[in-house]
C-alpha cells in the first residue's frame, strides 16, 4: 500500500487530495473522499461564511476522518471565512489565488495545518517561509485558475526551491499520473477533473455528461486579458468569452460582468451559457463511479507500476 509523509502529516490513509472545486466540492463529495482515506476539501469559493459553515456541519455528519477547507483569496467573504474556520477547528486550510500571508498567524495559532498551491517557485519559498506546513504545486493543465507552467516544468522546480512536502496537481487522473507525480518529487496528488464523475459530486446532470463526454482537446483558457485566467470546457459560452476578450471595444468591466455567476449556472442548472470548469485530463474520465473507487483505482495503479518500473534499469 502507498504510504508517504503527508499520510503521517495529515492523518490520512492515501496521498490523495481532492481539489476545492467551488460550487462543487460540497461537504457530501469531501466527506465520500476523506471516508475512502484521502483528503477531502471543501471549496469556499466566492460563498460566504454561513455556507462553508453549513458544509462543515454536513461533512462532519457523514465522517470522523480529516479534511480540508480551500480559500479563494480574491473572495469578498475570504476574511470571515478565514475567522470562520478558526472558530470551526478545521484540521487543514488550502488556500489559492493569492498570497495567503495575511491568514498564516491567525490559522496557524488556531493549529490549523496550511497548505497553499503555489503556481510559481517564488510563490512556494514565500509560503514555506510564512509557515505552511506544504504545498500543492498545480500545472496549467487543470481546471479553474490556472497559471502558465505545466505540472511537469512546475513541480520539479517547486521541489528543487523547498524542504516541504509537495502535492502535484494539474493533469492527473490516473495510476501513472500519480507514479510521475513521484517520479517528479511529489509526495501525493490532488485531482479535480476525475471526481467530477463521481456518485457523490453534486453537480447538474449536464455538467457531468459534458465531462465524461470530453476528447483530450477539448478545454480552453479563457480570462488572460484580466489577468485570471480560467480552463474550462469549449462550450458557446467561453468561445463567445474570448472573442470579447480579444476585441477592444469591450472593456474590462463588461469582461468581468460576463463571468459573474456563470460557474453556478453550469453547477446548479446545467445552462448553456454557464461556464464549465474542467482540466485538460477530462478526455480520460469516461464513467461515473465512487469517490472510493476513484482513490482506490489511482493508488492500486500507482503501486503496480511503481513495483515494475525496475524493468527499465538494467
Not at 521541489?159 to 511529489?186: E, Q, S, W, Y
Request: charged share 20%.
Amino acid at each position: 500500500m502507498i504510504k508517504t509523509p503527508i499520510c503521517e502529516l495529515l492523518g490520512i490513509e492515501y496521498p490523495v487530495f481532492q481539489g476545492g472545486m467551488a460550487w462543487i466540492a460540497d461537504g457530501v463529495l469531501a466527506a465520500a473522499v476523506s471516508e475512502a482515506g484521502g483528503l477531502g476539501i471543501i471549496a469556499a469559493g466566492n460563498a460566504p461564511a454561513d455556507y462553508v459553515r453549513e458544509q462543515i456541519h454536513i461533512l462532519r455528519q457523514r465522517t470522523q476522518k480529516p479534511f480540508g477547507v480551500n480559500v479563494m483569496l480574491l473572495s469578498p467573504f475570504a476574511d470571515e471565512v478565514a475567522e470562520m474556520l478558526v472558530e470551526e477547528k478545521v484540521p487543514v486550510v488550502t488556500t489559492g489565488a493569492g498570497n495567503p500571508s495575511k491568514y498564516m498567524k491567525q490559522w496557524l495559532g488556531a493549529g490549523i495545518k496550511v497548505i497553499p498551491v503555489v503556481p510559481s517557485v517564488a510563490m512556494t519559498k514565500l509560503v514555506t517561509r510564512v509557515g505552511a506546513c506544504a504545498v500543492i504545486a498545480e500545472g496549467g493543465e487543470s481546471g479553474g485558475h490556472v497559471g502558465d507552467l505545466t505540472t511537469m516544468a512546475l513541480v520539479p522546480q517547486v521541489c528543487d526551491a523547498t524542504n516541504l512536502p509537495v502535492i502535484a496537481a494539474g493533469g492527473i487522473a490516473d495510476g501513472r499520473g500519480m507514479a510521475a507525480a513521484f517520479m517528479l518529487g511529489a509526495v501525493g496528488v490532488q485531482m479535480g477533473t476525475r471526481f467530477l464523475a463521481a456518485y457523490e459530486c453534486n453537480i447538474h446532470p449536464t455538467y457531468k455528461e459534458k465531462i465524461l463526454k470530453a476528447k483530450d482537446i477539448d478545454t480552453m483558457v479563457t480570462g488572460k486579458r484580466l489577468g485570471h485566467p480560467v480552463r474550462s470546457l469549449k462550450t458557446s459560452f467561453a468561445r463567445d468569452y474570448i472573442k470579447k476578450e480579444y476585441d477592444s471595444t469591450v472593456s474590462d468591466e463588461e469582461l468581468e460582468q460576463l463571468g459573474v455567476g456563470v460557474l453556478r449556472l453550469a453547477v446548479q442548472e446545467g445552462a448553456e451559457n454557464g461556464c464549465y470548469l474542467s482540466g485538460q485530463i477530462a478526455g480520460m474520465v469516461n464513467k461515473e463511479e465512487s469517490a472510493a473507487d476513484i482513490v482506490k483505482d489511482v493508488c492500486q495503479g500507482a503501486e503496480t507500476i511503481l513495483k515494475g518500473a525496475s524493468q527499465w534499469v538494467k
